[in-house]
């Protein structure tokens, strides 16, 4: 009794706790939440309905999202976002290199020698510096001896913090300013990454005429081998998952989907045809050999392997989009460098934009809060696993495929989920502030349309519908994750 | 490099109780420059982009663009040709005044919210904290199209109080708190009651002060989000006179023509604070997100 009085004492105090926070909640997140729904399905524009066109806003039901669905645009647009969200995997694993790299006591280990460390490191230094003087190295030469020795030598001193803090600083100051300095870093005429450019793909260009032309066209058989070879060996897995029973059909048949369509990409994009063939038949001919010893299994329920399914899926994508495209590059090599080979215009050009705009989210990535999520992991893996592991005389890659990485697995997987939904949001920060969406629409992506219609163009019920396209993709990858999330770390 | 040295390398050093024999210390050391160099390396081709950036910002307008980074002599006077060419001192003012300003309404709420959520016992607790948990993650762009209709409605565009209050009362620092808050021992809240405390004194004299690397943490993170936030300011701030320190650096951008050395001196200081904020208190921020992702 006295128990339940206390409470109903509590009840108000909570409330009044609550209130300020709760409140602004509803107002500002909540009912926007709903209303944005509303917007939807009206013809809400601000440009039909001011105060010269006093229109009224009409219900219009699913109109808006039909026609966005007919729209080449919108598809266009879902592309691009999902184009540049082939860079996470690559991202992630750098963090995770990196922080292996960090972990590491960077120092020797032992306090006794940091001494000692210190002042090697030092005179290394500064051999290595009156050495470039001495060879009459440039003033740029110097400036970069000058830097990485000093880095070398703040490292000596400070440790892993030094690094980290290198590491970490573009994800930490990403913003405006970060994307207005990429911006003039990749200045097609003026900027540093070009200037560095040219003089190599000068020297590339005179290599390039003088090999015979036969080896650019193995270049392109050898990327459509090596295709088959990635796509055979991720099969393989998830095909064992599934046989084992650890891997329901669903998620087997979405994966090989989704595996599939590098293939089905290839059909349109590589140079020769005859390539492309071989590479679907041979797909064709992996899926077929990994299905028949599966028909008739038993467990449609996916259990313990499924998100291990998926992001093996997820991974292996865009390995298979990257040979790819060096398979294209190579082979189209030849007649590039009769041309001659140009510097890529970067964000002025309407094939080179995206890659650019990867490259820059690769910089920001690499060293984010990922790498300090996977440095925290790499801290909680038990020493004595190691020691059982040195036991068994594993070498250092079986450490790390059979202690590392299954350790991580939580890590990793809240890491690509988490990328997965800020990727699917992403894009409209790079083109607001770098290219406007452009050129021809190449960077923007679908937050950026919600940004371009709902502020420029005032069409708030375009806007909402895209924005609620979005938050389907977002909610389907967050459900994802508590469905296979929950399970995986459990495990 | 021999076989000895890679073997060296290749072993983790262990601790050693014994006094350092010569072999050992080799081998530490040479461990130790294994993997100081390559780190040394990435870490110098991860600062490339700033290297230019500051060098740049201290040419003259006739050398930038050349293929040659280092200025002829360093113009200095670059840092102060920004202040005379936008409004960059009030652009950093604005910044900071709406950062203080969203700071403090986000930690003061959030904590309060999070008291009731961790302290407090009273029904529907856990249903209400299930909805804060829904909402952390909700794409922010979905909401931002019907706050720009509310503030058009209440006559609040192009002003710092629209600008403020959507992003003042967030769910993420609730959950922050409540991790935080959980962690100190109910005993204290109950002799404190035996001793005629209210929830507000609890809430003021036991619990905020035994929480505060979560407040410092969520002060951090608050702070250098909203510093760096540049879409709600975009879609809000119409006169240049309220504009934000991102804001001002877009206008800057699409105004400086071929003054490159002038707007990377910009970039340069608009990320300088966050240089200095994050040498300084890297132990909390790297604390807060690894925290913020057990609890995520």
Known sequence: MRRLLRHRGDLLAALAFLSPNLLGLLVFTLFPLGFSMVMAFTNWNLRHQN?????????????????????????????????????????????????ILLNKESRGGDRRIYPLVISVVAVLVSAMLLGLWGMGASAMELLLGTTAGGILLLGA???????????????????????????????????????????????IQNVVRSIPPFWPRLGLWAAVLLMVAILAGAFRRLGRHWREGDLGTGIFLSATGFMIIPTITAWFWFPKVGAAFLLTLLTAAIVIWQWTPLAGTRDADGRGGSAGGLLLALMTLPALFVVEGLGIVCFNLPAQAANGLHAPSWLASYYWAKPGLMIMSFWIAVGSNNMLLYLAGLSNVPPELYEAADLDGASRLDKFRHVTWPMLAPTTFFICIMSIIGGLQGGWDMAVAMTQGGPAGATTTLSYEIYAQGFQRGAFDKASAVAWIMFVFVLLATLASWKFGNRYVNE | MSTNEIAACESPALPRTAALSRAPMARGLIYALCWNVPLALIALTMALPFIWMVLTSLKPLSEVGLANWLPSHLRWENYARVFQVIDFARYYWNSIFVAAWITFLQVLTSAMAAFAFSRLQWPGRNKIFLLYLATIMLPGLVMVIPNYWIMIELHLVNSFTGLI???????????????????????????????????????????????????????????????????????????QSLYTLPIGLLYFNSTSGQATNLLMAAVTMSIAPLVVIFIVLQKYIVKGIQIGAVKG
């Open chain 2, 165 to 239: 209050l959507p992003l003042a009362f967030g769910p993420f620092g609730v959950f922050l708190l409540r991790q935080f808050m959980l962690t100190i021992p109910p005993s204290l809240d109950e002799s404190a009651r035996m001793d005629g405390a209210g929830p507000w004194r609890i809430f003021w004299d036991i619990t905020m002060p035994l929480s505060r690397p979560g407040l410092i943490t969520l002060t951090i993170f608050t702070f250098m989000g909203t510093y760096q936030n540049f879409f709600w300011p975009l879609v809000m701030l119409k006169s």
């Open chain 1, 157 to 203: 001193i400070g440790g892993r913090a030094v690094y980290r803090t290198l590491l970490y600083l573009p994800s930490f100051t990403s913003g405006v300013a970060i994307f207005v300095l990429w911006k003039d870093l990749y200045n097609p005429d003026t900027g540093p990454i070009n200037l560095a450019l040219r003089p190599v793909l000068r020297n």
């Open chain 1, 51 to 99: 105060m010269f066109k006093p229109n009224p806003v009409r219900w219009v039901g699913f109109d808006n999202f039909w026609r966005l669905l007919q729209e080449a645009d919108f598809w266009r647009f879902l592309g691009n976002t999902l184009f540049l969200m082939i860079g996470i995997p690559f991202a992630i694993a750098g963090s995770l290199f990196l922080a």
